[in-house]
T-cell receptor, first 112, second 113 residues
Framework: KAGVTQTPRYLIKTRGQQVTLSCSPI?????VSWYQQTPGQGLQFLFE???????NKGNFPGRFSGRQFSNSRSEMNVSTLELGDSALYLC???????????FGQGTRLTVV | GENVEQHPSTLSVQEGDSAVIKCTYS??????FPWYKQELGKRPQLIID?????GEKKDQRIAVTLNKTAKHFSLHITETQPEDSAVYFC????????????FGSGTRLLVRP
């Protein structure tokens, strides 16, 4: 079965712009989480969605938002981009708690 | 608050030697501990996990041990090979109804041929 798919793979944006990233989970997985990966901060939790509801949110400013659709696909949006938002954004899907989380290949966002 | 500490940050071993990476967690209610391997330019992939009702789990050259009393768990790789070179992350879930993994800061393992 197909793995977790993220689009686009690479993105270059200018400060002040906004961006939308997409994640399609493994078929049947209803939990989708988003993580920001940077060399200095490692993997930081952004938020988790389950059945179109945000169940948890990490310690990120309100410029970071997300949503999940009825087919479990998820999007995250970052508004008013800052240079420090440059990172690899990873999404992961899981079937239930305390089971393997499968990661997508990530979207590498560069803000210039 | 929730916290996972991982040591060492870098580890260099000779091919054939063993490598050990250690993590500690803060929330005693955590009950699932996965280890992910991330090769350069690739996604993190689960290599082994352990649940709190088990003290040790092995899968070929990889093993994980868990000490719930001390709140730490370790990854052991024996007979290391150059293809084991990667960044390894430990994680613990934040207890509750959501799926939220708290990751350690990662260990860059280099296996010298």
């Amino acid at each position: 079965k197909a793995g977790v798919t993220q689009t686009p793979r690479y993105l270059i944006k200018t400060r002040g712009q906004q961006v939308t990233l997409s994640c399609s989970p493994i078929s049947g997985h209803r939990s989708v989480s988003w993580y920001q990966q940077t060399p200095g901060q490692g993997l930081q939790f952004l938020f988790e969605y389950f059945s179109e509801t945000q169940r948890n949110k990490g310690n990120f400013p309100g410029r970071f938002s997300g949503r999940q659709f009825s087919n479990s696909r998820s999007e995250m949006n970052v508004s008013t981009l800052e240079l420090g938002d440059s990172a690899l954004y990873l999404c992961a899907s899981a079937s239930t708690q305390n089971t393997e989380a499968f990661f997508g290949q990530g979207t590498r966002l560069t803000v210039v | 608050g929730e916290n996972v500490e991982q040591h060492p940050s870098t580890l260099s071993v000779q091919e054939g030697d063993s490598a050990v990476i250690k993590c500690t967690y803060s929330d005693s209610a955590s009950n699932y501990f996965p280890w992910y391997k991330q090769e350069l330019g690739k996604r993190p992939q689960l290599i082994i996990d352990i649940r709190s009702n088990v003290g040790e789990k092995k899968d070929q050259r990889i093993a994980v041990t868990l000490n719930k009393t001390a709140k730490h768990f370790s990854l052991h790789i024996t007979e290391t090979q150059p293809e084991d070179s990667a960044v390894y992350f430990c994680a613990a879930p934040s207890p509750g109804s959501s799926y939220k993994l708290i990751f350690g800061s990662g260990t860059r393992l280099l296996v010298r041929p």
